[in-house]
């Protein structure tokens, strides 16, 4: 399913720029536009699955019309694949999930941020 006005499903049907790092059958794996660490990349399911319905379905009351271990098992999958593409798993890295309120995409993805000795993106 895609979201006519969601960048990152437009990035996913090749409609807008990106540079993509890696891929499977269910989610794509970009540089970050806005980098704040050396290494700053987005792992995107390729069909919009919004925030609200795999984040915090409980609290906003929202019936997720998905397996949440399901997702979150594949997604957390494709990361460290995505770690290991990177060669990040014998160094420091981090890993950002933004709830709705804190992001700027509904579409839900994850931030993989590595390649520097400080804390990238700010103290957690």
């Known amino acids: 399913m895609k979201d006519q006005s969601c960048l990152f499903c437009k990035i996913v049907a090749g409609e807008e720029p990106s540079e993509k790092i890696w891929e499977n059958e269910e989610f794509v794996c970009i540089r970050n536009k806005y980098p704040v660490a050396p290494t700053h990349v987005l792992v995107i399911p390729k069909s919009h699955i919004r925030k609200q319905e795999v984040a915090t379905p409980a609290v906003s009351g929202v019936n997720s019309p998905y397996n949440l271990e399901e997702f979150w098992g594949k997604i957390m999958s494709a990361v460290f694949d995505v770690i290991s593409e990177l060669k990040l798993?014998?160094?420091?890295?981090?890993?950002?999930?933004?709830?709705?309120?804190?992001?700027?995409?509904?579409?839900?993805?994850?931030?993989?941020?590595?390649?520097t000795k400080t804390e990238p993106g700010g103290q957690t």
Do not use: D, M, P, T
């Open 89 to 115: 798993e014998n160094s420091a890295y981090k890993l950002v999930n933004n709830g709705r309120g804190y992001a700027h995409f509904e579409h839900e993805h994850v931030h993989i941020l590595g390649g």
